[in-house]
């Protein structure tokens, strides 16, 4: 009797392994993408698994310097789409990229309200108005530096309350209530609904984020990788990513 | 069985040596990618030095009101058995089995501007948590706690009550019992209490930057900082946690006594 | 000033039925085997364990009313409690140890202080005060415990078995001063003791629980000489005489005993009934004590014999039935006696 926690154990241990079976690596593609993709992408693989029924994409989302990180500890993947080119350069620099990187899609920026624009926010001059709680992504991440050279370039010196984390955290600030404006990703608002509204920003004043995506060199299926790749930059890929607010190369 | 016994041993033996070694593996791990001039330097800028601080401020601010709050409910919990005491025993552990941002959003909703609690807040007082280094502390609190009661508890289930029961016959209130006879005793249990919440509230990251923000000099505690880092590349933020590191062991080694009494 | 107690308590294994009274100024002393109830029957009246039905009474002043009914919280109770295991505070020292009582009943903490000085002074343990209990001797913790118990002024004092965490050796000593201390105590005195001596020489009158019962009440010297029960028989039916000592010899009714004790005074006897030897004719070699006397009554108990002699001491012996039939024993037979010194217990009185 005395033995039946330690049987117990034993036989989580030995279960445990087999709740992460995975694909046979000739026929998987396996995908790091910056988490702003993440409901893009997801169609994508709906679509991509009609076009490449044998190819079983797996797909993996984080902040990209995230992704970044496990690359250069040793990640074996395939494919890396990535939310800035600084990134992505930095990989190639340190020669982990197996084909030079291709932009596959661009974003913009909008001004992000509670629904209604109950503050009434018109746009960026109005983002430096003491009487508003204004929040931006860190300028570590790329969303935040973006959004730090539009207000620049539209003559507003940069305030945040808080340095969130990504432009995810912009967006739950605002939709939570505990901000009255912040910037994000037209696509990031386009995800959060009718939880937000987004102020469009004057054309005059945009900033384009690039989206590079490449073929790494840990990757086992270089095949498969450049199938995703190609459908990606095809016309029903791009077709999808524009649903989701994305705008072509 | 005394052959099975020594073989047990052994098996033992060879689990401890695993256990540490695991512990101690991700350590040299990090010691031996620490860029160490970047360390030294670290450590002289102001804006490091001003999140380490806020971050030793803060986590000592929480394990207090941790104590606070934590010791009269973990002598209630401590008491007999009841549904209501089994309840919010469950309630208690929430906080260590929800993940920290989901801590971090459910702290806005119910203290933030408009959460249940924090709009009157805002309204009656003009004095918001979040976005301030008193939300650093609440959220702090918020995950250690539990981690204090639980601990607490434990000592005090476990505790003897013999010479609680010689002072009631010497005419000792209950006060006067727990200040003079249930304290003192339980001094070690106590001391790990504290230590096991300090230490969660100061590593705590994902609560504090949901629900509290992360702006340099108020709320960015160290974790924030490197987490900020980890975005620029893994070095700095090696060196920044290193930091962490190493007060945080200094502050051990100095309190060891109260902490880990030698008997 | 008197302790009444007409109570009913159960609690798992234990089932406590109690009617008992204790007269002011009286020892009373609680004896039986283990788990009868002795440690529980002090909790109740120390409020530590709250009883089903009836009422603790002390002085008129009710104490526990039952469930629902009243409860007097155990530090109202004024009562002095030395616990079997000394329960002293681990983290304080000897003379804080002592204050706490005087403290917590109001005095201030220099006359507390004063208190447990003069406490610890009568015991002989000045040199202790500032020692942690950790490192007194079990005969010093017993001391300790004694002054702390009394150091609050209690009306009530309960001893559990106060002197079985004490050593052979100490255990002599001890108890005299236990006694002493306990006759200069005005209030009520209830003691429980495992070793009949004990109760035998700090007691006035001996209650005998058996199974949460009283199975016996009454003045010591009664109790032993009449036991009511197995256990009593067993262990309490002793035979049982007051008499003085000088030295060795103790003189008790008409006869004198020479026993190994060094007492001077006044003293408690006890001898054990199967200690006793019988012999048709005065055994060879020279024992000591030997003494000739009548069988006066015959009790057979619990498949053994109890021989009750006349003469120059009456006293009780307990034979087999095969020693019954091998000495012909019948009332009016005459038989030699001997006990051996060693065999002989003697107590201050």
């Known amino acids: 009797m005395k033995s039946g926690p330690l049987l117990l154990l034993l036989a989580v241990l030995v279960a445990l392994p087999g709740c992460t079976a995975g694909a046979e690596a000739s026929t998987r593609v396996r995908v790091f993408a910056a988490s702003s993709l993440t409901a893009s992408f997801t169609a994508l693989a709906a679509a991509f698994r009609e076009v490449e029924p044998e190819l079983e994409l797996e797909l993996h989302f984080a902040g990209t310097p995230t992704l970044v990180l496990q690359i250069r500890e040793g990640a074996p993947v395939d494919v890396f789409a990535s939310a800035d080119e600084t990134n992505m350069d930095r990989l190639a620099a340190q020669g982990r990229l197996r084909e030079p990187p291709l932009v596959f899609a661009r974003n913009r920026l909008a001004i992000v309200t509670a629904p209604g ?25 790329p969303a935040g530096r973006y959004a730090r050279q539009l207000l620049r370039q539209a003559g507003v010196e940069p305030r945040s309350r808080s340095d969130e984390a990504s432009v995810q955290a912009v967006v739950n600030r605002v939709a939570l209530g505990e901000a009255d404006a912040g910037i994000a990703y037209v696509t990031d608002l386009r995800a959060a609904g009718a939880r937000v509204e987004a102020i469009p920003i004057a054309d005059g004043a945009t900033i384009l984020a690039r989206y590079p995506v490449a073929l790494l060199e840990a990757g086992s299926n270089p095949e498969g990788g450049r199938a995703f790749i190609a459908f990606l930059r095809s016309e029903r890929g791009q077709a999808i990513l524009a649903e989701h607010g994305f705008l072509s190369p | 069985m005394r052959a099975s016994g020594r073989g047990l041993d052994l098996v033992r033996r060879a689990l401890v040596l695993v256990a540490v070694a695991f512990l101690l593996l991700p350590l040299l791990g990090l010691l031996g990618r620490a860029p160490w001039g970047e360390v030294l330097a670290a450590v002289r800028r102001p804006e490091v030095v001003e999140a380490l601080l806020l971050s030793l401020r803060c986590s000592l601010a929480a394990t207090a009101l941790a104590a606070l709050l934590g010791l009269p409910l973990a002598f209630w919990l401590a008491g007999p058995g009841s549904l209501t005491r089994q309840l919010v025993r469950i309630l208690v552990t929430l906080p260590m089995v929800l993940p920290p941002v989901v801590s971090g959003v459910a702290l806005l909703l119910a203290f933030g501007r408009n959460g249940l609690v924090g709009g009157f807040l805002v309204e009656s007082f003009g004095f918001g948590l979040p976005f301030t280094s008193w939300g650093v502390i609440v959220a702090e609190c918020y995950v250690a706690l539990p981690f204090f009661v639980l601990t607490a508890e434990g000592g005090l289930r476990a505790r003897d009550r013999r010479p609680e029961e010689a002072a009631a016959t010497l005419g000792a209130r209950p006060v006067t019992i727990v200040a003079r006879i249930t304290l003192p005793a339980l001094l070690p249990t106590l001391s790990a209490a504290l230590l096991v919440s300090w230490a969660r509230a100061l590593g705590e990251f994902g609560a504090t930057i949901t629900f509290a923000g992360n702006l340099a000099g108020s709320t960015r505690t160290m974790p924030l900082a490197v987490y900020a880092a980890l975005e620029t590349g893994p070095e700095t933020a090696i060196a920044l946690s290193l930091v962490l590191v190493a007060v945080s062991a200094g502050i051990l080694v100095l309190m060891r006594k109260h902490w880990f009494p030698i008997r | 000033m008197s302790l009444t107690l007409d109570m009913k308590l159960r609690r798992g294994a234990l089932d406590l039925a109690i009617e008992l009274e204790v007269a002011p100024g009286e020892t009373l002393a609680v004896v039986g085997p283990n788990g009868a109830g002795k440690t529980s029957l002090l909790q109740v009246v120390a409020g530590l364990l709250r009883i089903d039905q009836g009422r603790v009474t002390l002085d008129g002043r009710l104490l526990d009313g039952g469930a629902a009914g009243t409860f007097v919280e155990p530090a109202d109770r004024e009562l002095g409690y030395l616990f079997q295991d000394h329960r002293l505070f681990p983290q304080m020292s000897v003379l804080d140890n002592v204050a706490f009582g005087p403290r917590v009943r109001g005095r201030s903490r220099r006359e507390a202080r004063e208190r447990a000085m003069a406490w610890l002074g009568s015991l002989g343990l000045e040199a202790c005060r500032d020692l942690r209990p950790a490192a007194l001797s079990g005969g010093q913790a017993q001391k300790v415990a004694l002054a702390r118990a009394l150091a609050g002024e209690p009306r009530l004092l309960l001893l559990d078995e106060p002197l079985s965490a004490v050593d052979a050796s100490a255990r002599l000593e001890l108890r005299r001063g236990l006694r002493e201390h306990l006759a200069a105590f005005a209030g009520i005195r209830l003691l429980v003791a495992h070793d009949i001596e004990d109760a035998v020489a700090l007691a006035d009158r001996i209650a005998v629980l058996e199974g949460g019962r009283v199975v016996q009440v009454g003045r010591v010297d009664e109790v032993l000489a009449r036991p009511a029960s197995l256990y009593a028989s067993d262990l309490v039916g002793l035979n049982f005489y007051v008499g003085r000592c000088a030295g060795a010899v103790a003189r008790v009714g008409d006869l004198d005993l020479v026993t190994v004790s060094d007492l001077t005074g006044d003293v408690a006897v006890t001898i054990h009934p ?49 020693a019954v039939r091998e000495l012909g024993l019948a009332v009016g037979r005459e038989l030699w006696l001997t006990i051996k010194a060693t065999e002989i217990g003697v107590a201050a009185r």
């Open chain 1, 117 to 141: 624009n109950p503050r009434g926010v018109r746009g960026l001059a109005d983002l430096a108005r003491e009487d508003l709680v204004v929040v931006l992504a860190g300028p570590e991440v």
């Open chain 3, 274 to 322: 199967r200690t006793i030897s019988l012999f048709l004719e005065r055994p060879q070699g020279s024992p000591r004590n030997c003494w000739r006397a009548p069988v006066i009554g015959l009790d057979a108990s619990l498949g053994r014999m109890r021989v009750r002699f006349g003469g120059v001491l009456p006293i009780v012996a307990e034979v087999t039935p095969a």
